[in-house]
């Protein structure tokens, strides 16, 4: 019994001593998660602005006329996709014999780079080698991204555009898509239209239609480049690979074909009126999509099997959006009197859609089909219509009567002119 | 003649205050007169009681009007649908929005380097009396100044606060903290290659000293956020304000030994980022 004062006080006091110690070491642990104890006095900085990020690209090593183009390639991707800032290669004090591959940090930092794209070309002939690398100033000097790519020196282009893509991924979590290619249509002579393919950055413009009467609407598709034909008696609908076949036939015009879902979604006035219709791709199967007196054109397939087309049914053209069935039909344009040509973002999170609306002149708008919130990309810039996102949504082409197609970002800003020459009806894949 | 008192003799029981636990023995008249009033008081209430019984259903079987109960008619009830107050709607076409160009040069130095410094402006003497006003022409100017000084009056906030501030009332640490705001923001830049969503997320403190001569004499970043270009953005911004020997604001008085030798810690937060 003497003893159980002493016992009562001893563990009092170990009780005492784990609520001192246990906290104390918790906060005194260097843990990530963590916040270290506050000590004075804490202020928020926020709303910080946004620049372009500055990345260095010296020409490739190896060939010297590989070497330049390869980078020249780069520098137009990284540029145009109004994310970078690509620094003046004549501004650059680094020792590029001596670094090699590899980079030394001070000397980018000195002029503003916080990126730095090496590479080399390796082998002979027709066959090369290129090793690419990214270096990331703020991670070190360790290539935080190193791939490389064999094949014929033809395709140095789509390796550079492919290099490009994975650098979009590694510093933004969404790759690019630099090595898409657009499709158009384009006047080639009295009563003879075109449609024709290119790269997005304007190279390697190919015919893709056989070259006689007029053909236009054009659409990614199973099978090659769908587009429609005229006839003495109407349109029908082929593509690429069909020699000529048609695919989409009937009375009156047959035309504008989009494809998705496994199905062509395309305007036909066979009952008499510009309503869609949707057939399988072997041209079976048709199905009439709109039943309205008046006239609806232009589908555009959407994310999530979402059709986008043309209606006057409110009494001006406007753009409205429907079930792959034509169900749910709701229009989503309700400013300006004359809306047309939608064309959708791939992203199903964005809620864009890209249109032709006429404001003065014709111009480029974009609408999120969610908010209403209208973003116009052009004005007093000449006749602007047709627009296409790019896949990964980045960049907005459009045919302007300034000379040809024209790239811009989302904001409408950064206007480069890709592809010379009249265009229309474009798309973007 | 003097007499002398006598003395008097008390009773224990004379001292005993009345009670009734040694109540004396009642009397015929008092026990008579409490069983007579016991019956009467019972009459009476037995009375009202059997009267309220008996007359209450006859008054109820007369209710007049007022006093019936109210009939509830059945009928349906259709809930309203309000229409919710909508913005103005705008027919036209947006107008593009044109980034606003920076033609300014480049702001290098945040504050004077000298803020002690000050410049005296010649006085330019009193305004000579202009002999064609008229004093209508002179009452309007008075209400003019009237209205403006009343304009200032009503303003919220303070005239050192910022832009940026949501606070009306002000001490003198949380004007001075907004001064601050302002000066460690300006130029601050994160690339256009973090996206929105992420930036919105990213936070990196950094502990600060600054000395006697209000230059930053070191600093310290606490952690990182999880974007290392948006790290290196928060110390870059540092390191240029650093190597230009910019100074902070003079610190109040009352607030300048939380500033000034005192390390103090800002958070860089990438939220509300401006729009391209």
Same mark, same amino acid.
């Given at each position: 019994m003497k003893r159980l004062p002493t016992l009562l006080a001893l563990g009092a006091a170990i009780a005492a001593l784990a609520l001192v110690v246990v906290p104390g070491r918790s906060q005194d642990r260097p843990d990530g998660d963590q916040p270290l104890p506050e000590r004075g006095v804490v202020i928020e900085i926020d709303s910080p602005e946004r620049s372009l990020y500055k990345i260095a690209i010296p020409?490739?090593?190896?060939?010297?006329?590989?070497?330049?183009?390869?980078?020249?390639?780069?520098?137009?991707?990284?540029?145009?996709?109004?994310?970078?800032?690509?620094?003046?290669?004549?501004?650059?004090?680094?020792?590029?014999?001596?670094?090699?591959? !590899?980079?030394?940090?001070?000397?980018?930092?000195?002029?503003?780079?916080?990126?730095?794209?090496?590479?080399?070309?390796r082998g002979s002939g027709n066959q090369i080698e290129v090793e690419m690398r990214l270096y990331e100033l703020a991670r070190g000097t360790t290539a935080t991204l190193t791939r490389t790519y064999r094949g014929g020196q033809g395709e140095l282009r789509g390796?550079?555009?492919?290099?490009? !893509?994975?650098?979009? $991924?590694?510093?933004? #979590?969404?790759? #690019?898509?630099?090595?898409?290619?657009?499709?158009?249509? $384009?006047?080639?002579?009295? #009563?003879?239209?075109d449609v024709y393919i290119a790269d997005w950055d304007g190279h390697n413009v190919g015919r893709v239609s056989d070259g006689n009467g007029v053909n236009m609407l054009p659409s990614f598709g199973p099978g090659g480049i769908w587009y429609s034909k005229l006839t003495e008696t109407g349109m029908f609908i082929t593509h690429s690979n069909a020699s000529g076949r048609r695919i989409i036939d009937g009375e009156g015009l047959n035309m504008g074909p989009t494809v998705c879902g496994g199905r062509v979604y395309f305007t036909s006035t066979r009952d008499g009126n510009s309503e869609i219709y949707s057939a399988a791709t072997d041209g079976t199967d048709v199905r009439r999509i709109t039943r309205h007196p008046a006239i609806d054109v232009s589908p555009s397939c959407g994310p999530g099997g979402q059709i986008a087309f043309v209606s006057t049914?409110?009494?001006?053209?406007?753009?409205?959006?429907?079930?792959?069935?034509?169900?749910?039909? $709701?229009?989503?344009t309700f400013r300006g009197e004359h809306n047309q040509t939608p064309s959708w973002c791939a992203r199903g999170d964005?809620?864009?859609?890209?249109?032709t609306g006429r404001s003065g002149g014709f111009d480029i708008f974009t609408v999120n089909v969610a908010t209403q919130q209208y973003t116009r990309i052009t004005q007093g810039q000449g006749s602007n219509k047709d627009p296409a996102f790019s896949p990964d949504?980045?960049?907005?082409?459009?045919?302007?009567?300034?000379?040809?197609?024209?790239?811009? !970002?989302?904001?409408?800003? !950064?206007?480069?002119?890709?592809?010379?020459?009249?265009?229309?009806?474009?798309?973007?894949? | 003649m003097y007499r002398q008192p006598t003395r008097m003799h008390v009773e224990p029981k004379d001292w005993t205050p009345p009670s009734a636990l040694h109540a004396a023995w009642l009397t015929g008249a008092a026990i008579v007169g409490g069983l007579g009033f016991s019956g009467i008081f019972a009459l009476v209430i037995g009375g009202i009681a059997i009267g309220y019984a008996f007359f209450g259903d006859v008054l109820a079987s007369v209710a007049t009007e007022d006093d019936a109960p109210p009939v509830v008619e059945e009928r349906e009830i259709i809930a309203a649908r309000f229409v919710k107050l909508g913005r103005d709607f705008q027919q036209e076409l947006p107008n593009r929005r044109v980034p606003v160009q920076?033609?300014?040069?480049?702001?290098?130095?945040?504050?004077?380097?000298?803020?002690?410094?000050r410049r005296e402006m010649p006085d330019a003497g009193p305004r000579p009396p202009n002999p064609m006003d008229d004093p209508m022409t002179r009452l309007l100017n008075r209400a003019d100044l009237f209205a403006e000084i009343a304009e200032q009056r009503e303003q919220e906030g303070s005239p050192d606060g910022i832009e940026e501030g949501t606070e009306t009332t002000a001490s003198a640490g949380d004007v001075y903290a907004g001064q601050l705001y302002v000066f460690f923001r300006r130029g601050w830049t994160v690339p256009e290659t973090i996206a929105r969503d992420q930036l919105r997320d990213l936070n990196v403190d950094v502990t600060i000293t600054v000395g006697e001569d209000l230059q930053i004499q070191s600093f310290r970043t606490r952690g990182?956020?999880?974007?290392?270009?948006?790290? /290196?953005?928060?110390?870059? /911004?540092?390191?240029? *304000?650093?190597? /230009?020997?910019?100074?902070?604001?003079?610190?109040? *008085? *009352?607030?300048?030994?939380?500033?000034?030798?005192?390390?103090?810690?800002?958070r860089f937060r990438g939220r509300h980022a401006s729009q391209p």
């Open positions: 020409n490739l090593r190896g060939n010297a006329a590989l070497g330049s183009s390869g980078a020249e390639v780069l520098r137009n991707d990284l540029t145009l996709v109004s994310l970078f800032q690509v620094l003046d290669s004549r501004s650059f004090i680094a020792d590029l014999e001596r670094e090699g591959l !590899n980079i030394t940090a001070s000397p980018w930092s000195a002029v503003g780079a916080q990126g730095v794209i090496k590479g080399e070309i390796f550079m555009h492919q290099f490009a !893509n994975e650098v979009l $991924r590694q510093l933004t #979590g969404t790759a #690019g898509s630099f090595d898409s290619r657009m499709i158009f249509a $384009r006047r080639a002579g009295p #009563g003879r239209k049914r409110h009494g001006s053209p406007q753009i409205f959006v429907m079930g792959a069935d034509g169900s749910g039909v $709701r229009r989503v964005q809620n864009l859609l890209a249109f949504c980045r960049m907005i082409a459009f045919a302007s009567s300034r000379g040809g197609i024209f790239i811009a !970002n989302p904001e409408g800003a !950064n206007q480069n002119l890709v592809i010379r020459g009249a265009a229309e009806t474009l798309r973007w894949r | 920076d033609t300014a040069p480049p702001d290098t130095t945040a504050i004077s380097q000298n803020p002690r410094e990182e956020s999880a974007n290392a270009d948006f790290d /290196q953005s928060v110390i870059a /911004q540092i390191e240029r *304000l650093r190597a /230009q020997g910019v100074t902070i604001p003079e610190p109040p *008085l *009352l607030v300048r030994p939380d500033y000034v030798g005192t390390p103090f810690t800002l």
